[in-house]
């Protein structure tokens, strides 16, 4: 399959590990935005084929994962008030403070697993009597299609349909751990599909301030070495600049009529992480003019500013302090079928990767 399987051709793989190997001459940490990325890590067992001098760490680019426990009460709240709550399924098994959007079903309410915003938006034209939202959740690389679904159903006019928005951004995130007094992070691994939308702008600023490479990176394992290999050189040469190494689909200006689209619906807001508290500027919250279509504003709901159990370590892994093995309960009360925390329920969550691919 042309643009995947070559990206997973061994020889090539072969190669950049002994271009790595032959450049590294000290210890380097290197921090991989993406939780697609630290799950092809991982599965892929390049964690192992790596240099000893090489440590990995992964970040909080799993958008499940850093979703607040809040959004995630507010949720449950309105499918308990009797409207039709349509999610991607990855969310529905994270833990609430008081249960997740699975238990809430169980128990009654009504939720529907979706692959796109617009699904739910014809469930409203359906139902024109039955309250509907959408879970809006991700990085930059939803919110093109979550605002198409708000644009798509103004054109039809629909009262009935509202998006629950926990949208995050990646650059922000970024300056937040590299100003936590604790971080030993020397290099970036850029997130290819964030970039595919926001384009290289953003990271420039970042790369300048922190004198740190950021090096955008693909997905496959060749992909990702490729990278590596190149914060590597610039790391032991001294530079610090931003590399595009995804060129196949990321432009340095993005996707202009995505960009335009979110722009449109969404501004720049404060924003509320899982594990790493509220971070300035971090967020998209919808316009004024879109309000009719916001369910924070739609609705009566609240949350219960409750933490999920103390046992789980997610924001320590979340902001790259911490393994998944480094937590007492990985693997033991915390697992696939009972999960303690988010990173374990997710498909992009560490504790997820670590508990399929490296036990």
Same mark, same amino acid.
């Given at each position: 399959?042309?643009?995947?399987?070559?990206? $997973?051709?061994?020889?090539?793989?072969?190669?950049? @590990?002994?271009?790595?190997?032959?450049?590294?001459?000290?210890?380097?940490?290197?921090?991989?935005?993406?939780?697609?990325?630290?799950?092809?890590?991982?599965?892929?067992?390049? =964690?192992?084929?790596?240099?000893?001098?090489?440590?990995?760490?992964?970040?909080?680019?799993?958008?499940?994962?850093?979703?607040?426990?809040?959004?995630?009460?507010?949720?449950?709240?309105?499918?308990?008030?009797?409207?039709?709550?349509?999610?991607?399924?990855?969310?529905?098994?994270?833990?609430? *403070? $008081?249960?997740?959007?699975?238990? +809430?079903?169980?128990?009654?309410?009504?939720?529907?697993? @979706?692959?796109?915003?617009?699904? +739910?938006?014809?469930?409203?034209?359906?139902?024109?009597?039955?309250?509907?939202?959408?879970?809006?959740?991700?990085?930059?690389?939803?919110?093109?299609?979550?605002? =198409?679904?708000?644009?798509?159903?103004?054109?039809?006019?629909?009262?009935?349909?509202?998006?629950?928005?926990?949208?995050?951004?990646?650059?922000?995130?970024?300056?937040?751990?590299?100003?936590?007094?604790?971080?030993?992070?020397?290099?970036? !691994?850029?997130?290819?599909?964030?970039?595919?939308?926001?384009? !290289?702008?953003?990271?420039?600023?970042?790369?300048?301030?922190?004198?740190?490479?950021?090096?955008? +990176? /693909?997905?496959?394992?060749?992909?990702? !070495?490729?990278?590596?290999?190149?914060?590597?050189?610039?790391?032991?040469? /001294?530079?610090?600049?931003?590399?595009?190494?995804?060129?196949?689909?990321?432009?340095?200006?993005?996707?202009?009529?995505?960009?335009?689209?979110?722009?449109?619906?969404?501004?720049?807001?404060?924003?509320?992480?899982?594990?790493?508290?509220?971070?300035?500027?971090?967020? =998209?919250?919808?316009?004024?003019?879109?309000?009719?279509?916001?369910?924070?504003?739609?609705?009566?709901?609240?949350?219960?500013?409750?933490?999920?159990?103390?046992?789980?370590?997610?924001?320590?892994? @979340?902001?790259?302090?911490?393994?998944?093995?480094?937590?007492?309960?990985?693997?033991?009360?915390?697992?696939? +079928?009972?999960? =303690?925390?988010?990173?374990?329920?997710?498909?992009?969550?560490?504790?997820?990767?670590?508990?399929?691919? *490296?036990?």
């Amino acid at each position: 399959m042309k643009f995947l399987s070559e990206y $997973r051709n061994p020889e090539l793989v072969k190669f950049y @590990l002994q271009e790595i190997e032959k450049a590294v001459t000290q210890p380097w940490n290197i921090m991989e935005i993406c939780g697609g990325q630290t799950h092809s890590l991982v599965k892929n067992g390049l =964690l192992e084929l790596l240099p000893k001098n090489i440590r990995m760490i992964h970040g909080p680019g799993c958008p499940v994962c850093v979703t607040p426990v809040s959004l995630i009460d507010k949720a449950v709240s309105l499918m308990e008030k009797g409207v039709v709550l349509c999610s991607f399924g990855d969310m529905v098994r994270v833990p609430g *403070s $008081r249960k997740s959007l699975l238990q +809430a079903k169980a128990e009654g309410g009504d939720l529907r697993i @979706l692959y796109s915003p617009l699904e +739910a938006v014809k469930i409203a034209e359906q139902n024109p009597d039955r309250e509907v939202v959408f879970f809006a959740v991700g990085f930059e690389t939803t919110a093109p299609s979550n605002a =198409l679904s708000v644009v798509h159903a103004q054109k039809l006019g629909l009262k009935n349909f509202s998006i629950l928005v926990s949208h995050v951004l990646v650059p922000p995130a970024m300056e937040a751990i590299l100003d936590d007094e604790f971080c030993s992070i020397h290099a970036f !691994l850029g997130a290819g599909h964030v970039c595919t939308i926001m384009g !290289l702008s953003e990271y420039y600023p970042i790369a300048e301030k922190y004198k740190i490479p950021v090096v955008v +990176a /693909g997905f496959e394992p060749a992909d990702l !070495l490729r990278a590596i290999y190149h914060a590597v050189l610039q790391l032991e040469n /001294g530079e610090y600049r931003v590399e595009n190494c995804y060129e196949r689909l990321v432009k340095e200006e993005g996707n202009i009529p995505a960009k335009k689209v979110v722009d449109e619906l969404f501004e720049v807001g404060d924003q509320e992480w899982r594990g790493m508290g509220k971070i300035p500027h971090s967020g =998209l919250v919808m316009k004024p003019e879109y309000q009719e279509f916001d369910a924070s504003r739609k609705f009566d709901i609240t949350s219960d500013n409750q933490t999920v159990k103390t046992e789980c370590m997610a924001g320590e892994i @979340l902001r790259g302090q911490k393994k998944p093995f480094d937590c007492p309960q990985f693997g033991k009360m915390c697992n696939p +079928a009972h999960p =303690l925390g988010a990173p374990m329920v997710s498909s992009e969550g560490a504790c997820a990767a670590y508990y399929h691919y *490296s036990r």
